[in-house]
């Protein structure tokens, strides 16, 4: 009786907390702003010691997992609703370089070393202070960094370069299935995606692993083999 008792706990846990990820959008852990956070950790002491101790009446728990749960929607809601309240209750954006020069005092609000923002500038590729123009720290702990301009790369528009549109490319047959609805969406048939994969030396639609097609009508075909020792590649 203990173990199914302990079974549906998890299992009513586990849906309640899966109602939290949805209410709390698609983030990830780094992400989390500092309540979401906190949030986080209470909800796994609650819920460990429920599962953990199956004498511990559920009610109570299922009760603490759902109040956790409105307070953090409520919390979210007014944090969008007041950008005051957000500020009072995150660490907010925290411009901690600006001009090549480190601001002190918002290093120390933020409790970030000297060291700690050159290994956050190394990570992303900058080795000289003085190509930052910003580096911010999010609410989530990350640093933002705008490089000078005489510093960042020339882009197209810079060249003032014309650049062809590039969109998604569109999937047509995954795994052997054919996905129709795209083909018909790109005017195109079963039958022209046949011809197109015997000029590719592949007989049957089982035989495609993964097609696609771009925005400029180049196929990518992945064709399914059988499973080989890839260590034989690397043998002289």
């Known amino acids: 009786m203990e173990y199914l ?26 992400e989390l702003p500092v309540f979401d956070f906190l949030t986080i950790i209470i909800l796994g002491n609650v819920v460990g010691a429920d599962i953990a101790d199956p004498k511990i009446p559920q009610l109570p728990t299922a009760y603490a997992v759902v109040l956790l749960i409105g307070i953090q929607y409520l919390m979210s809601y007014a944090t969008i609703k007041s950008r005051k ?21 918002n290093m120390k609000r933020v409790r970030y070393s000297i060291e700690n923002i050159l290994m956050f500038l190394r990570e992303k590729g900058i080795f000289d202070i003085n190509e930052v123009e910003f580096a911010i720290v999010e609410d ?73 097609i771009n925005t400029e009508g180049n196929l990518c075909i992945s064709k399914t083999v059988e499973t080989v020792n890839f260590m034989n590649d690397f043998i002289i």
Do not use: C, H
């Open 85 to 105: 309240f957000g500020r009072r209750v995150s660490f907010g954006p925290t411009v901690i370089i600006q001009n090549g020069r480190f601001i002190k005092a």
């Open 140 to 212: 989530s702990g990350n640093v933002s960094v705008m490089k000078k301009t005489q510093f960042q790369p020339a882009t197209p528009g810079d060249m003032k370069i014309a650049t062809k549109y590039k969109g998604l490319t569109i999937p047509l047959v995954v795994d052997g299935k054919v996905y129709e609805d795209n083909l018909q969406k790109l005017n195109l048939d079963k039958v022209w995606l046949q011809q197109q994969l015997i000029l590719n030396n592949i007989n049957s639609f089982d035989e495609a692993f993964y097609v696609d």
């Open 5 to 30: 008792k302990v079974t549906f706990r998890i299992v009513t846990i586990m849906a309640l907390l899966l109602v939290l990820v949805l209410v709390t959008g698609r983030r990830k852990l780094g």
